[in-house]
């Protein structure tokens, strides 16, 4: 059963921009506070952001400010805007809850280029 679809990645140069979206379903996810999470070729997956429901929102230090994680639970999504990225920013994006309850999706790969 596929609890979460991501989509959205691509390939940017330095500096340029993405936003990724990822769709779930079910009250768990509904009702859950939501992040995203990546990998990075030869390194464990890292959390990125998380969004409550009363959308309070953190992030890791090396992508405040230029990230921005939102939600819609009508729609059941969540979303994560990028800007002024980096070769580093390169990774395959998870989404799932913030406690990582639902098995992981494909993930959808950013590569950023210098």
């Known amino acids: 059963q596929i609890h979460m679809v991501e989509s959205g990645g691509g390939l940017v140069q330095a500096g340029g921009s993405l936003t990724l979206s990822c769709a779930g379903s079910?009250?768990?996810?509904?009702?859950?506070?939501l992040a995203w999470f990546r990998q990075a070729p030869g390194k464990q997956r890292e959390w990125v952001a998380t969004?409550?429901?009363?959308?309070?929102?953190n992030y890791v230090d090396s992508v405040r400010g230029r990230f921005t994680i939102s939600r819609d639970n009508a729609k059941m999504t969540v979303t994560l805007q990028m800007v002024s990225l980096k070769p580093e920013d390169t990774a395959v994006y998870y989404c799932?809850?913030?406690?990582?309850?639902?098995?992981w999706g494909q993930g959808t790969q950013v590569t950023v280029s210098s």
């Open positions: 969004i409550t429901n009363g959308r309070t929102s």
């Open positions: 079910g009250d768990i996810w509904r009702l859950s506070p």
């Open positions: 799932n809850t913030a406690r990582e309850t639902f098995p």
